[in-house]
């Protein structure tokens, strides 16, 4: 990104095209401040918006919790004429979501005439992020009723809500429907939901049992889930088992470097 940054720097013509790579470029990477400062050059210049602008700058505001920002962006999406579009409606919703406004996200949602499956995940994202767990089931259920498909993406934002929410057998059986139903594969992110929420119910000794099912490498995050769960209800047999694990593995890495 510092060479792509460069070179932009250096180009004696920057056209639109140019301004929405390098934003989404920093987007990308979760360097939103660089994200809004090339934005900010973008509107100093006067350059305008087109429909692959915003996106990209509405994901840096929800970065940066900047909700006022956020909103003034609402308007420019709304005098560009661009509440058409389904990729920057999106956005605006999990902007919203993410800076705690659902009710706003929730009214871009219902407004817009088309929806994909981003829409639909990124609103049950938003209910579970904030702990309404009986809306994030019902939108679920809305979208089965509307004949969208949910993907690996809905999924961990529902078993996500199931977690926070104690929704431990619930949890259970959409785990179980994923690969039964739906043919999705469960991947590192829906075990690590699964580890997390069986571990606050206090079944660290499933929660165990089921890492060992992972056809991947456990990462630190589903360590940490499974140890923070061992260290709550007081399993220090556990505790030793996966210490022992974590350290042979970084044994490993260490003799390979």
Request: aromatic share 8%.
């Amino acid at each position: 990104m510092h060479e792509a940054a460069y070179i932009f720097s250096v180009t004696n013509r920057h056209s639109t095209f140019l301004y929405n790579t390098v934003i989404r470029g920093y987007a990308a990477l979760n360097h939103f401040r660089d994200s809004m400062n090339v934005y900010s050059q973008m509107r100093f210049h006067g350059k305008r918006h087109d429909r692959h602008t915003l996106p990209s700058v509405l994901k840096s505001c929800a970065g940066l919790s900047a909700l006022h920002l956020g909103r003034r962006l609402h308007v420019v999406v709304l005098v560009n004429g661009f509440s058409y579009d389904v990729a920057t409606c999106n956005a605006l919703i999990s902007m919203y979501c993410k800076c705690g406004d659902l009710v706003t996200a929730r009214k871009v949602f219902d407004g817009m005439a088309e929806r994909n499956l981003i829409t639909w995940s990124a609103m049950i994202a938003g209910y579970g992020m904030h702990g309404f767990s009986s809306e994030v089931f019902k939108l679920f259920e809305e979208m089965l009723d509307a004949g969208e498909s949910p993907d690996g993406v809905t999924f961990t934002a529902i078993l996500a809500a199931c977690s926070h929410g104690g929704l431990t057998d619930m949890g259970r059986g959409l785990f179980k429907m994923m690969e039964e139903r739906f043919g999705i594969k469960p991947g590192l992110e829906h075990f690590t939901c699964m580890v997390d929420m069986l571990g606050r119910a206090g079944h660290v000794e499933e929660a165990e049992a089921l890492i060992s099912r992972i056809e991947v490498v456990p990462d630190d995050a589903l360590w940490g889930a499974l140890l923070g769960a061992c260290k709550l209800h007081g399993k220090m047999e556990v505790a030793e088992r996966v210490a022992e694990k974590v350290y042979g593995r970084l044994e490993s890495i260490s003799s390979v470097q």
